[in-house]
Nanobody, 127 residues
Framework: QVQLVESGGGLVQAGGSLRLSCAASGLPFSMYAMGWFRQAPGKEREFVAAISRSAGTTYYADSVKGRFLISRDNAKNTAYLQMNSLNPEDTAVYYC????????????????????WGQGTQVTVSS
Protein backbone atom coordinates (compact mmCIF):
# COMPACT_ATOMS: atom_id res chain seq x y z
CA GLN A 1 0.00 0.00 0.00
CA VAL A 2 1.31 3.42 -0.95
CA GLN A 3 1.80 5.85 1.91
CA LEU A 4 2.98 9.46 1.88
CA VAL A 5 3.61 11.13 5.23
CA GLU A 6 4.31 14.85 5.55
CA SER A 7 6.14 16.41 8.48
CA GLY A 8 7.78 19.68 9.42
CA GLY A 9 4.78 21.97 9.58
CA GLY A 10 4.22 24.36 12.44
CA LEU A 11 3.88 27.97 13.52
CA VAL A 12 6.42 30.58 12.43
CA GLN A 13 6.59 34.36 12.30
CA ALA A 14 6.54 36.26 9.04
CA GLY A 15 9.97 36.21 7.42
CA GLY A 16 10.85 32.85 8.92
CA SER A 17 11.56 29.50 7.30
CA LEU A 18 10.32 25.93 7.46
CA ARG A 19 11.32 22.72 5.72
CA LEU A 20 8.61 20.18 4.96
CA SER A 21 9.42 16.52 4.37
CA CYS A 22 7.41 13.83 2.60
CA ALA A 23 8.40 10.25 3.32
CA ALA A 24 7.13 7.77 0.74
CA SER A 25 6.69 4.01 1.01
CA GLY A 26 5.01 1.27 -0.99
CA LEU A 27 6.08 2.58 -4.39
CA PRO A 28 9.24 2.76 -6.52
CA PHE A 29 9.96 6.32 -5.46
CA SER A 30 12.46 7.14 -8.20
CA MET A 31 9.85 6.38 -10.88
CA TYR A 32 7.37 8.98 -9.60
CA ALA A 33 7.23 12.71 -9.98
CA MET A 34 6.53 14.53 -6.71
CA GLY A 35 4.48 17.62 -6.06
CA TRP A 36 3.44 19.93 -3.24
CA PHE A 37 0.00 21.54 -3.01
CA ARG A 38 -1.67 23.66 -0.37
CA GLN A 39 -5.20 24.49 0.71
CA ALA A 40 -6.35 27.39 2.85
CA PRO A 41 -9.77 27.56 4.55
CA GLY A 42 -12.49 28.27 2.00
CA LYS A 43 -10.07 27.94 -0.92
CA GLU A 44 -9.44 25.28 -3.53
CA ARG A 45 -6.32 23.18 -3.38
CA GLU A 46 -3.60 24.99 -5.32
CA PHE A 47 -0.31 24.00 -6.85
CA VAL A 48 2.91 24.99 -5.09
CA ALA A 49 5.86 23.11 -6.62
CA ALA A 50 6.75 19.93 -8.51
CA ILE A 51 9.87 17.96 -9.34
CA SER A 52 10.48 15.28 -11.96
CA ARG A 53 11.55 11.77 -11.04
CA SER A 54 15.16 12.46 -12.01
CA ALA A 55 15.08 15.92 -10.36
CA GLY A 56 16.05 17.48 -13.67
CA THR A 57 12.90 19.59 -14.05
CA THR A 58 11.00 21.69 -11.52
CA TYR A 59 7.92 23.90 -11.62
CA TYR A 60 6.82 26.57 -9.15
CA ALA A 61 3.71 28.63 -8.65
CA ASP A 62 4.34 32.31 -9.33
CA SER A 63 3.46 33.12 -5.73
CA VAL A 64 6.38 31.11 -4.34
CA LYS A 65 9.10 31.52 -6.98
CA GLY A 66 12.32 32.71 -5.42
CA ARG A 67 11.16 31.79 -1.91
CA PHE A 68 10.46 28.04 -1.99
CA LEU A 69 12.69 25.20 -3.19
CA ILE A 70 11.56 21.66 -3.95
CA SER A 71 14.06 18.80 -3.84
CA ARG A 72 14.18 15.04 -3.48
CA ASP A 73 16.50 12.35 -2.22
CA ASN A 74 15.70 9.14 -4.08
CA ALA A 75 18.01 7.12 -1.83
CA LYS A 76 15.87 8.14 1.16
CA ASN A 77 12.49 7.99 -0.65
CA THR A 78 11.85 11.52 0.55
CA ALA A 79 10.79 14.80 -1.04
CA TYR A 80 11.30 18.20 0.57
CA LEU A 81 9.92 21.71 0.37
CA GLN A 82 12.18 24.42 1.76
CA MET A 83 10.09 27.51 2.48
CA ASN A 84 11.83 30.83 3.09
CA SER A 85 10.59 34.39 3.61
CA LEU A 86 7.22 33.11 4.72
CA ASN A 87 4.28 35.48 4.94
CA PRO A 88 0.75 35.08 6.35
CA GLU A 89 -0.60 34.35 2.86
CA ASP A 90 1.37 31.08 2.94
CA THR A 91 -0.79 29.78 5.80
CA ALA A 92 -2.45 26.55 4.65
CA VAL A 93 -2.45 22.79 4.93
CA TYR A 94 0.36 21.50 2.71
CA TYR A 95 0.03 18.17 0.90
CA CYS A 96 2.60 16.11 -0.94
CA UNK A 97 1.62 13.95 -3.90
CA UNK A 98 3.14 11.32 -6.18
CA UNK A 99 2.37 10.85 -9.86
CA UNK A 100 3.37 8.28 -12.46
CA UNK A 101 3.39 8.96 -16.18
CA UNK A 102 4.20 11.85 -18.46
CA UNK A 103 5.65 14.84 -16.63
CA UNK A 104 4.58 18.07 -18.31
CA UNK A 105 3.81 21.63 -17.30
CA UNK A 106 0.13 20.67 -17.30
CA UNK A 107 0.08 17.33 -15.49
CA UNK A 108 2.64 18.36 -12.88
CA UNK A 109 0.82 21.55 -11.85
CA UNK A 110 -2.71 20.16 -11.44
CA UNK A 111 -4.07 17.80 -8.77
CA UNK A 112 -5.37 15.44 -11.45
CA UNK A 113 -1.81 14.64 -12.44
CA UNK A 114 -1.18 12.81 -9.16
CA UNK A 115 -2.55 9.49 -7.96
CA UNK A 116 -1.33 9.40 -4.36
CA TRP A 117 -1.62 11.98 -1.60
CA GLY A 118 -0.42 12.47 1.94
CA GLN A 119 -2.58 13.51 4.88
CA GLY A 120 -1.30 17.08 4.96
CA THR A 121 0.61 19.18 7.47
CA GLN A 122 -0.46 22.57 8.82
CA VAL A 123 1.71 25.62 8.21
CA THR A 124 0.73 28.80 10.03
CA VAL A 125 2.56 32.10 9.55
CA SER A 126 1.89 34.90 12.01
CA SER A 127 2.50 38.59 11.41
Amino acid sequence: QVQLVESGGGLVQAGGSLRLSCAASGLPFSMYAMGWFRQAPGKEREFVAAISRSAGTTYYADSVKGRFLISRDNAKNTAYLQMNSLNPEDTAVYYCAAGFGAYTSTTSTHPGGYGYWGQGTQVTVSS
